[in-house]
């Protein structure tokens, strides 16, 4: 299958600093990539849709302000995590999707996750 | 709006036993439905998918899923378990045409005991 990489796999950041963490499709191209935040002993709980040259959708209940996402070319989305604070300490997933939007001929495939961790 | 219900927080099974992971859905459409498997330190990865056809799927690494529309379930099944299966399986549903909407389950850890 496809792969898809993340990094940093791990980051600790202090308390008001902003991260950025990088999704990558390596080895085919993704118009469309999504966010997953994931709790400890929970589910994948999507946070948004990133979309090659387009704003991202985000979904009910996540700020936008806070989780900066960007989608500058169809291998690369990032997500930016601003002024961070210790609730947002967690383990965020990316997706990329290959093959047709909206239709049964595409498969999501994951990164390995980020653990980010705000002291 | 979906959701999935996965009952069993954590299971316990001998090498060599069989296995079955349950899963509940709610969706008023016919639903797009998704098994994953997540280990430690990898990515989640595709099990098995059912879009429409027949409601047996066979998916890799020897696992099977039934889907059964009357009782809303799509359990996972394999029928010898390997020390290797022991991860965290979650069970998924979509909407909007295929994976632009999904929604995980809680999950379901295996632990495969010798």
């Known amino acids: 299958g496809a792969v898809v990489s993340q990094h940093p796999s791990w980051v600790i950041c202090k308390s008001g600093t902003s991260v950025k963490i990088e999704c990558r499709s390596l080895?085919?191209?993704?118009?469309?990539m999504f966010w997953y935040r994931q709790f400890p002993k929970q589910s994948l709980m999507l946070m948004a849709t990133?979309?090659?040259?387009?704003?991202?959708?985000?979904e009910q209940g996540v700020e936008k302000d806070k989780f900066l996402i960007n989608h500058a070319s169809l291998t690369l989305s990032t997500l930016t995590v601003t002024s961070a604070h210790p609730e947002d300490s967690s383990f965020y997933i990316c997706?990329?999707?290959?093959?047709?939007?909206?239709?049964?001929?595409?498969?999501?495939?994951f990164g390995p996750g980020t653990r980010l961790t705000v002291l | 709006a979906q959701s999935v219900t996965q009952p069993d927080i954590h299971i316990t099974v001998s090498e060599g036993a069989s296995l079955e992971l349950r899963c509940n859905y709610s969706?008023?459409?016919?639903?797009?439905l998704f098994w994953y498997v997540q280990s430690p330190g990898q990515g989640l990865q595709l099990l098995l998918k059912?879009?429409?056809?027949?409601?047996l799927v066979q998916g890799i690494k020897g696992f099977e899923a039934e889907f059964k529309r009357s009782q809303s379930s799509f359990n996972l099944r394999k029928p010898s378990v390997h020390w290797s299966d022991a991860a965290e399986y979650f069970c998924?549903?979509?909407?909007?045409?295929?994976?632009?909407?999904?929604?995980f389950g809680t999950g379901t850890k295996l632990q495969v005991i010798p």
């Open positions: 997706s990329a999707l290959q093959g047709v939007p909206f239709s049964s001929y595409n498969e999501q495939f």
């Open positions: 080895d085919f191209q993704a118009t469309t």
């Open positions: 990133s979309n090659e040259g387009s704003k991202a959708t985000y």
């Open positions: 969706y008023g459409a016919t639903p797009y």
């Open positions: 059912y879009f429409s056809g027949d409601t």
């Open positions: 998924a549903v979509g909407a909007g045409g295929g994976y632009q909407k999904v929604t």
